[in-house]
């Protein structure tokens, strides 16, 4: 039974990471044309609702990292960190940051442009490519949150939340719903991002994991689910329509509605064990090439991988293996999406409402087969997927 709830937990967060990562997909393919469609046209108004719902991708990743990273059993070896954890990814950051300016200088003249603006274009890279080395900078800070949670008692990291609450998620929503010269201001003097930013979502990731909600509180928050989604698509259109311009508002990933809906996934109780402690095992020097046992936010973070290991069925096994390609799909599913745009196939290729459901799948399922085989070459696949 005992380990049947560990296989649950690490399930639980394999499950996560897929839904996470085929969030952002489908935020990327209804951001296509969000920003040039006429935001009084139904496509538009279909367009953005999709772009609302879909953003809670990057703080539920964000929040497993807390969960994983910040729990008791997982002993720190710095060392580790820097030569492991934060090299891979800095690595996988610098290779795509100039694969993608390569891709965006292909497209220019050869004649018209030169080296300066190749170097420009790698520099710039991909706008989605920020994640990594925001992570990093989280991942950096683990030693001082590491001994700070090691003596913290519950209402110290509940006093960290509410700032979080407050001068993140609030100051974000009413940021959101508010064109006030002075008010905009006044937030941006404060510059909240500066004491909690996604560092936020990473405790509140750790938090709901070793602590759990009450069912009372936990039943709010479902209750608040539909509400949430209704303001975060609903609040968008109003705000653009009233700037005459597609413009984000309550569907910022600060934005109330977002942190409330990653907040009910991640403890939705089909996933179960929200408050229960998990044993990781940060010993991972035989995982080989295949990255299958590291310890990161997108990719698989596994427990002792013979746990069940004669027992999984064949979903299971399934949903362990995609998860392990979910940096892989987050890292291409733009250049995917380009691609496919190149060749005259996109969201609108079809009637929107279909169209992005519609390249979303193909855009996941394509990139994970991808990420899956990149992932397994000698030596390098864990550097580029």
Known sequence: ????????????????????????????????????????????????????????????????????????????????????????????????????????????????????????????????????????????????????????????VEYFLLLFLVFQIGSETLR?????????????????????????????????????????????????????????????RAMSLKLGVPTLTGADSFAFPTFLIATALFIWEPWGCAGEKTEIHADNENCGNSGENEVDVLSADRENPEIGKNNDTPGVKLIKELSRDTLGVYILHIGFIEIMEGYGLHSMTVPIGIGIPLLSIVCFVSCSILAAILRRIPFIGKYIA
């Not at 064109?179 to 938090?207: Q, S």
């Not at 009450?214 to 975060?232: D, F, N, W």
């Open 176 to 236: 959101a719903f508010t064109v006030t010269d002075e008010l905009h201001l006044i937030l941006d003097r404060a510059k909240p991002y500066m004491v909690c930013g996604y560092l936020g979502y990473f405790i509140w990731g750790y938090y709901l994991k070793k602590y759990g909600l009450g069912p009372k509180l936990r039943k709010l928050v479902y209750i608040l689910v539909l509400p949430s989604l209704a303001v975060a698509v609903l609040g968008t």
């Open 1 to 156: 039974m005992a380990e049947s709830n560990k296989q649950n937990r690490i399930l639980k967060y394999d499950l996560l990471r897929m839904i996470a990562a085929f969030s952002v997909v489908v935020l990327h393919a209804s951001a296509q044309f969000w920003y040039t469609l006429d935001i009084r046209s139904t496509e538009w108004v279909i367009a953005n609702t999709y772009d609302s719902i879909f953003r809670f991708g990057v703080p539920v990743f964000v929040m497993i990292s807390g969960a994983v990273f910040l729990d008791e059993s997982y002993k720190l070896d710095i060392k580790r960190l820097y030569t492991h954890n934060i090299l891979r990814l800095l690595v996988l950051y610098i290779i795509w940051q100039v694969l993608y300016g390569i891709l965006d200088y292909s497209k220019y003249d050869p004649e018209l442009v030169g080296r300066k603006e190749l170097l420009t274009e790698v520099i710039y890279g991909r706008y989605h490519l920020w994640f990594l080395p925001m992570i990093i900078g989280i991942y950096m800070l683990l030693p001082l949150l590491k001994e700070w949670f090691a003596h913290a008692r519950r209402r110290t």
